[in-house]
C-alpha cells in the first residue's frame, strides 16, 4: 500500500524534474532550476501517508457523499433567498481531499471550486474532472474577490490549524462571501468525552480541538448572523449502555453522543 501511494508522487517529481532541467530550445541541462523541484516535494513521504490514511479510516466515498449531503439544503435554501440561478452559484471548499463534496455541488448545476496542500489528492481531483488548485487555503481565500462566494466550506480543517490561522480564515471567508452567502465549517466534537480523549487523535496531523463555543463566539465575534451549531454522527444504538434512568443517559450522552459538529453561519444582507 504504501508503495502504491508514494510512486504517484515520485512519477510527478520525475516529470517536473525533468520539465525544469531540460531546455528544448536550448539542448542542455538547467541544474539551478533543480532546487525549487525539490523544495515543492519535500512533504511527499507525508502527502503519501496522510492519503492512506483518509482512505482506511475517513469511510467509504459513498458513506462520506451520504454524509455530506445532508448540507445540500442550507445551499439551496442560500441560492433561493438570494434569488441566484444555478449558473452563478458559486462556491469554494477548502481542504477539499478526495472531493466528495464538490462531486455533489458540480451535480447541482453549481460552480465549485476546491483548494488542497496535499498534492497526491488535488492530482486525484483534477483526474476526476474537477476543478481545484493546490495551496494553502487562506493564501487562496486572500486571492479571491470580495463578494463574490455564495459558499465557503470546510469538513475537518480548522482542527488543523493554529488560532492565528483560524482567525485569518473568518476574516477572509466573510469578506469574499456575498451578502447572505455562508460558512459550513464541520469537526469532531470534544462534548463527546470519547471523541475528546482519544479518537481526535488518531489523525496525527490534528493539532487542537476547537469547543463549539469558542467557535460560535469567533463567529460572532467577526460579524456572522445566523449563526447555528449542527451536532452530528452520534455513536450508534448498540454502542450506548442499557438503561434509561438520568445517570445512564448522562454517561451515553458523553461518551456516545455526537462525534462532529459544524458551524453555520451567514455573512449579513445590507439593511434597507
Known sequence: MQFNYQQRNQDAFLQELIDSTYNPDEGNNKPESVQPVLQAHQNDKLDAYYVAFEDACRGSREQIRSSLSNYLPYI???????????????????????????????????????????KVMVQDCVNKGLSVVQQDVI????????????????????EHIPFASLLSLFEESIRVLKPGGLIIFETPNLENILVGSHTF??????R????????????????????????????????????????????????????????????????E
Request: proline share 8%; charged share 20%; net charge negative.
Open 76 to 118: 439551496r435554501q442560500a441560492r433561493d433567498t438570494l434569488e441566484l440561478p444555478d449558473s452563478e452559484v458559486r462556491l469554494m471548499d477548502l481542504g477539499c481531499g478526495r472531493g466528495e463534496w464538490l462531486e455533489l455541488l458540480n451535480e447541482q448545476g453549481w460552480q465549485a471550486e476546491g483548494v488542497d496542500i496535499n
Open 139 to 158: 493564501s487562496y481565500l486572500k486571492q479571491q474577490s470580495s463578494d463574490s462566494i455564495l459558499a465557503v466550506t470546510a469538513f475537518h480543517i480548522i
Open 201 to 206: 487523535y488518531h489523525d496525527p496531523t490534528h
Open 208 to 271: 487542537n480541538p476547537v469547543t463549539p463555543t469558542s467557535v460560535q463566539f469567533l463567529a460572532h465575534y467577526i460579524g456572522f448572523c445566523q449563526v447555528e451549531i449542527v451536532r452530528l454522527h452520534p455513536y450508534p444504538e448498540e454502542a450506548r449502555l442499557p438503561g434509561h434512568d438520568p445517570v445512564t443517559e448522562r454517561l451515553n450522552g458523553h461518551l456516545c453522543g455526537p462525534q462532529d459538529y459544524a458551524i453555520i453561519a451567514h455573512k449579513p444582507e445590507p439593511e
